[in-house]
Nanobody, 123 residues
């Protein structure tokens, strides 16, 4: 199983980035997929989830209206379009098959995880 994130980088506040996650080694279109982030010195935080068909999406309140999750099952790829970025969005962003409910913090021992991609929002 491999999940490989890309698209991170340095961006100014108000800017945009598009993250991608290329999946292989499992039946991608059978899993809901999730983005999780970890800011410096903080714990893992839910960001967004999309169901296996791409019909239902969920967002943390902190990113709602600014981030858009999507997937292309034909390409086995998950995306996160991030607009109106803020300094507090600075974090390592992970894609994961973690199926936990969002009433508890994400756990890295649940599901498959990528290695993460760094997003830095700074002027």
């Amino acid at each position: 199983v491999q999940l490989v994130e890309s698209g991170g980088g340095l961006v100014q506040p108000g800017g945009s980035l598009r993250l991608s996650c290329a999946a292989s080694g499992f039946t991608f279109n059978s899993y809901s997929m999730t983005w999780v982030r970890q800011a410096p010195g903080k714990g893992l935080e839910w960001v967004s989830r999309i169901d296996w068909r791409g019909h239902n999406t969920y967002y943390a309140d902190s990113v709602k209206g600014r981030f858009t999750i999507s997937r292309d099952n034909a390409k086995n790829t998950l995306y996160l379009q991030m607009n109106s970025l803020r300094t507090e969005d600075t974090a390592v962003y992970y894609c994961t098959t973690n199926q936990q409910l969002w009433d508890t913090p994400p756990a890295k021992n649940s599901g498959f995880w990528g290695q993460g991609t760094q997003v830095t929002v700074s002027s």
